[in-house]
């Protein structure tokens, strides 16, 4: 019997195997350890009269999705092909790609979706020559996930209806194109396609924001913004206002609240008292959560605060299941800022004094310096203050750890390293959303406040993995600091405090990614003695050749108006004050010219006042098949949860590095990874997003000891770790497997994840 289907056009034709054949053909053509008649086998094909061809590719692609294992990891390609084909025909109509000119004019004129500015910026003839540069076969370099994870998150599309705008290489391209537009001839041209050869080469990671911003009319391509609250009702209502501002522009956000005066503290003379910190948390809560950008990013927050506030005990079980909502707010996350007196008084089993920071204004202005310890000593002293208590350190200590523990979601950060460690020479008050960006801050006290001082800062990583020498090495190092520092230029901003921060400070922060791959190709675990100089030596060559760019760009068109607000004004380099103590495991010599270096920045100075911090990659490393940022993985195929579907990652090379690779929860502690971490740490110029890793299966009755979280966290801090993130445990029940199943907004939005 004849049976019909019906084609994108809307008509009726023959039902043609032999043209699945042709389709599945071309998908697995050069592929390896994979076949035509398992994808259709697998497909098992319920043919009936009047099916859709979507519908029978969409059950092609589903086969290919099935047969992805450890075993027969190839098919993950096998889908991805499939996924790209039936995108191509979405977009294009067919199977070959229209002129570029054409595809932007289009998406300019007639979808209005891209920036008009771009042909304003490029004549036709230019982009006729960057047409004949793209390569659309780099489509065959994605996994199933990658592939998917662009069409559902970054690509351009309406996402009330689901139609998408464009390709991948397309968009690598134009995204190219904006970043240089604003270079001149031949020069633009040359950046523009070394780009474009990074990005879709793999060997930089694009954020979420840049991905899925830069070509559109949205003009806001920053990960993070610091948002400090002064204690007055205008700065708070003004950060509201600021935060949702900043999760509708897909910005993580870091909020600072350590300002705020406790509860039931007088006002206007007694007349009423302070409601305290929580209601005011509340409604940060609200307004970030209300901003949600569904389909690419949600609003998420981290609230900072310091040890030593007077409601310390309340904010620390803000977001654990016990309570009422009255007293939780559960849907922000929280960084408690400790110093080395809070260590102290922990080891000798101390008292600490909780202080009210508005009858302790100037403690709070000496926080993370080295006068703190003396002012403080003061302030316990006084007997005039209204709210003062003592506490045992331990007590906040085991507080903290439960937490930590239970919801792995409360950060630190060792706000003395912050400072006193950092490239900054002036106040550091709090971290971002991931922890790993430090930047100075001036509270916001209304939204046209032109002297306050909201901390932007624009991220990128390296894919370490796929560079192939130190010369590219400089060469990806040189692109990423100038294409960031054209965007800082390009970019809108959505009040004039983030302006004023980033236009004077032009801060970047560009990290390294699928480090745990990259440890795997040297044969080496985060465990191994090794590990922690193939991090130092790494680590070196890119602070080194980001230090390098800057100093060159500074050069060409001067330092950022605030240098002398930067340790590097002063001469100070990163190896001038690192912790010593990872001398005692780190035993490689220097590798770079520094001092030929600094000689450069005294007499050029730099044109950013930071260059390097190193933050999660959950969302952008799945495009490129990599593992996240510097973390040990977790299983070697994981199944991603997203919005739409279940996703099957394979780690890098898993078929020549799988007995390489350091599974995170069969770590028996966290020594290795918190050294390797500290030997990264020596050479960035802000922070890390690092995570430490707990299996209860290691432990007696499957009970993790606080003093084991203690101990790893005391360790962190001599090794000079300016913030921990995550607190992770497992059960252990899943790697017999090498399986996992993850959610890809364990953050809860994404927005912490570039």
């Known amino acids: 019997m004849s049976m019909n289907i019906v084609k994108r056009s809307g008509e009726s034709v023959p039902y043609d195997v032999e043209r699945i054949h042709r389709v599945v053909g071309w998908a697995i053509e050069g592929i390896k350890g994979v076949t035509v008649s398992d994808v259709e086998i697998n497909a098992s094909l319920q043919k009936r009269d009047g099916m859709s061809t979507r519908e029978i590719h969409e059950t092609l692609i589903d086969s290919a999705v099935n047969l992805i294992t450890l075993n027969t990891p190839n098919y993950q390609y096998v889908a991805s092909r499939l996924l790209s084909y039936q995108l191509r025909k979405d977009v294009w109509g067919g199977k070959n790609p229209p002129k570029l000119v054409d595809f932007i004019n289009k998406n300019v004129h007639e979808h209005d979706v891209y920036d008009e ?43 009330s209806t689901g139609i998408i705008y464009e390709t991948p290489q397309f968009a690598y391209m134009i995204i190219a194109m904006v970043c240089f537009g604003k270079y001149k001839g031949a020069t633009r041209m040359s950046y523009v396609k070394k780009a474009y050869d990074y990005f879709s080469k793999f060997k930089i990671n694009i954020p979420t924001p840049l991905m899925a911003g830069v070509r559109t009319k949205i003009r806001q391509y920053a990960s993070c913004c610091l948002i400090d609250i002064d204690d007055t009702l205008p700065s708070i209502f003004s950060s509201s206002t600021a935060a949702g501002y900043a999760t509708g522009s897909r910005y993580g956000i870091g909020l600072n609240i350590g300002r705020i005066r406790p509860i039931n503290s007088p006002i206007r003379r007694g007349e009423v008292v302070h409601t305290g910190v929580i209601p005011f948390l509340k409604l940060m809560e609200s307004t970030v959560k209300s901003c949600h950008q569904n389909g690419i990013r949600g609003g998420s927050a981290t609230v900072n605060f310091p040890f030593w506030h007077y409601e310390v005990e309340d904010m620390v079980v803000l977001k654990n299941n016990s309570g009422t909502d009255d007293n939780r707010v559960r849907k922000l996350d929280y960084c408690i800022q400790f110093s080395e007196l809070f260590y102290q008084r922990f080891l000798k089993n101390e008292d600490i004094t909780l202080f009210s920071p508005y009858e302790a204004k100037d403690l709070y202005d000496a926080f993370g310096h080295e006068n703190f310890d003396e002012l403080y000593e003061q302030y316990e002293r006084k007997t005039s203050l209204r709210f003062k208590k003592t506490i045992k350190a331990r007590q906040l200590m085991s507080l903290f750890v439960k937490e930590r523990v239970e919801t792995g979601r409360i950060y630190y950060m060792n706000i003395d390293h912050c400072n006193q460690r950092s490239a900054w020479d002036t106040d550091v008050k709090m971290t971002n959303l991931c922890v790993e960006v430090l930047h100075p801050t001036k509270p916001l ?9 909201i901390g932007i800062c624009i991220l990128s990583a390296i894919n370490v993995l796929e560079i192939q020498s130190d010369a590219e090495m400089e060469k990806v190092c040189d692109i990423i600091v100038r294409l960031l520092d054209q965007l800082i230029d390009y970019q809108d901003y959505f009040l004039p ?27 080496t675990g985060y465990e191994d003695e090794e590990a922690p100089n193939i991090a130092d030596e790494l680590m070196e060559k890119v602070q080194y050749y980001l230090l390098s760019s800057s100093c060159s760009l500074a050069e060409e068109k001067g330092s950022c108006s605030k240098f002398n ?89 898993y078929s020549s590095y799988k007995n390489k690779y350091t599974l995170a929860y069969d770590m028996k502690d966290n020594t290795g990874l918190i050294k390797v971490v500290g030997a990264l740490q020596k050479w960035v110029d802000m922070s890390i997003s690092a995570n430490i890793y707990y299996n209860y299966a290691h432990y007696e009755n499957g009970a993790l000891p606080d003093a084991k979280v203690i101990k790893e966290q005391l360790l962190a801090y001599k090794l000079g770790w300016r913030t921990g993130y995550y607190l992770n445990t497992d059960d252990g029940d899943k790697q017999s497997s090498g399986e996992d199943i993850e959610d890809e907004n364990g953050c809860e939005s994404g927005a912490c994840a570039l």
Not at 126 to 140: A, G, M, Q, V
Not at 445 to 453: F, M, R
């Open 117 to 159: 500015d771009i042909l304003m910026l490029y004549n036709n003839t230019e982009i006729n020559k960057l047409d004949e540069y793209i390569d659309h076969t780099r489509d065959n370099l994605f996994t199933y996930a990658g592939m998917r994870q662009l069409c559902d998150k970054y690509l351009i599309q309406d996402r």
């Open 445 to 453: 006290q209304n939204t046209s406040d032109k002297d306050a001082e």
């Open 497 to 523: 405090a983030a302006k004023n921060f980033t236009k004077n400070r032009r801060s970047l922060g560009i990290g390294i990614t699928n480090f745990a791959a990259y440890l795997a190709k040297h044969g």
């Open 565 to 653: 607000e930067t340790k590097y004004s002063k001469g100070w380099l990163p190896i001038d004050d690192y912790k010593k103590d990872i001398d005692e495991f780190v035993t490689r010599n220097n590798s770079m010219d520094w001092e030929s270096l600094r000689s450069r920045i005294k007499e050029f100075g730099l044109r950013h006042s930071t260059v390097s911090a190193i933050m999660p990659c959950e969302s952008s490393s799945v495009i490129q098949c990599s593992t996240n940022g510097i973390e040990p993985i977790r299983s070697y195929i994981t199944y991603k949860k997203s919005k739409a579907r279940t996703l099957p990652v394979i780690v890098p090379n």
